[in-house]
């Protein structure tokens, strides 16, 4: 039984494995059985130690391993990590997946309506970097990777084209 390493919003940690079968397994060496039903693509009904839950996949990121679900009404964040994965952080490997992006171009023509963001700030993945209006409809542009503000191209009141480039990394 290969084992996984699941790690909530919180950074608790628990280590999982399933039997083959699906219906059986492991969670931090305690063994557990379950009945699983699909419901749908995204909702399934789980039977564990004579409870009932409901489940349903909101949003799923294969490419980085990360989940949000939703049990019995309450929402959950966790990403996941198998043997590989584990491997290649103890070979100092593990951030070569990520790109690197030394731009922002505009997805589409429209105006730049407010630039939410400074020359030398650091920002997150997914942080808000400005609003460009297009099509009378306000679009958040954010940010593809971490990174530093090295320089913006544009200015509130600009009319951009797509493609365009907004700022550099």
Known sequence: MDLIKVIAENK????IGFDKDLKS????NQSFNWDVSKINERTFHVIKNNKSYNIELL???PEEKNF????????FKFAVKDKYDELLKSLGMDNM???????????MPGL???????VGQTVQKGDALLILEAM?????????TDGVIKSIT??????VEKNQVLLNF
């Open 68 to 75: 949000f679900i939703k049990v019995n009404g309450r929402k």
């Open 97 to 107: 997946a990520s790109t690197k992006v030394a731009n922002l171009k505009a997805p």
């Open 12 to 15: 608790q940690e628990y280590k």
């Open 136 to 144: 009378k409809m306000e679009n958040v542009i954010k940010s593809p």
């Open 59 to 61: 949003k799923a990121n």
């Open 25 to 28: 397994g492991t969670i931090d």
């Open 154 to 159: 544009v200015k509130k009141g600009d009319a």
């Open 112 to 118: 730049v309506i407010n630039i939410a963001v400074e």
